[in-house]
Nanobody, 132 residues
């Protein structure tokens, strides 16, 4: 069974870089047709308000939400079976619970659907507060 666990600091100062790690167990990060995403959920919003940030594919290809792309980097460490999120120049508006998630497809797709309702596995989430 695939399990995901987020880790990282819960408090970041404004203008700094938010860095989180998602540790995967139960499957290799390079397993075929898996797509590894980061989401965030601002305070007071439910699942419908969970925002996709970006993903890294089984081959290491990355895609980012256009509104965050200039500040986002998703990387992976295959030796540790982890993938990472870096969000630069944060402001208090970046305060949220951050989640990692995965979607498994039955075949290759050039770009996978990023709706939170379509994810197969989720971490429990980690709250991050950006202080001004």
């Amino acid at each position: 069974q695939v399990q995901l666990k987020e880790s990282g600091p819960g408090l970041v100062n404004a203008s700094q870089t938010l860095s989180l790690t998602c540790t995967i167990s139960g499957v290799s990060i390079t397993a075929n047709y898996y797509y590894w995403s980061w989401f965030r959920q601002p305070p007071g919003k439910g699942l419908e308000g969970r925002e996709w940030i970006g993903y890294i594919s089984d081959s290491g290809t990355t895609y980012y939400d256009t509104s965050l792309a200039s500040r986002t980097s998703i990387t992976r460490d295959t030796s540790k079976n982890q993938f990472n999120l870096q969000l630069s120049s944060v402001t208090p508006e970046d305060t949220a619970v951050y989640y990692c998630a995965s979607k498994q497809m039955p075949y290759f797709v050039a770009r996978v659907d990023t709706s939170p309702y379509g994810m197969n596995y989720w971490g429990k989430g980690t709250p991050v507060t950006v202080s001004s």
